[in-house]
């Protein structure tokens, strides 16, 4: 008889997370779970704490309350044996601008302290996977944003990483270069990488993320699939363009009797609709429904 084998423990376990500048609170009292083998993306607004978050569950700054393990390790107590697991890849390049694509991947080999020959052989094999191999030789001063955020996100594996911080990768990257990171992070999770997304781009977060929290203030105040986050928006709406050109976005259920409502009334007003068009909830109503209110003392100042 096939034994199941136990669960694995979550790659990732932040509990009561805390963190101020002065007598600016930027995280309070965050708590997430991450399970191995994922992507959990973290949203929110320009100065949510999404960056802070990062830079203390990658062991760059500390918590100033609340603890967390990564990979099992206490990232208090053991801050070394998390960073021989992790990776980060910043919002910014770490790439050195004056050196090849190949140096700036065996400096980074030497900096995780590979032999000579092992890092070459990573070097080599990461310049294939991110489909850098004919411009191994040229320096990375000379590389598209898109290029160069590859280069970027190989950097960070050249430690073979089992969980990875992303802190936005894809900003002011056009469409076609953010669809290859994303191809990128997807193979990633298929090799059993936990992926730890910031981003923006809500549709990154839809197309990337098993689980997505959302960030505001320093507080969590949402957790889940997109599937559930969009539900905690009730209704969508429908977009109505009239014959004369005018539009109207109407609130709308969901439903086949919301619809037939709509319809009705507007039969009844004798309006003449040249276009119809069904929104349902996305992402992006749930972050303008969860996120930007002011607190009482920022809409004071």
Known sequence: MTSTPPPQPPALVADGLRKSYGDKLVLDSIDLTVPPGTVFALLGPNGAGKTTAVEILSTLISPDAGTARILGHDL????????ARIGVTGQFSAIDGLLTAEENLLLMADLVHLDREEGRRRATDLLARFDLTDVAKNRAATFSGGMKRRLDLAMTLIGDPQLIFLDEPTTGLDPRSRRA???IVR????DGVTIFLTTQYLEE???????IAVLDHGTLVAQGTSAELKRLVPTGHVEVTLTGGETRRLPYGGDVRSLRTILDELDAADEQVADLAIHTPDLDD???ALTGDPRPTEAAR
């Open 187 to 190: 193979e990633l999770v298929a």
């Open 76 to 83: 208090a107590t053991e801050p070394d044996a998390v960073r």
């Open 205 to 211: 977060a839809d197309q990337l993320a098993d689980t």
């Open 286 to 288: 749930v972050f303008l």
């Open 181 to 183: 990171v994303w191809d």
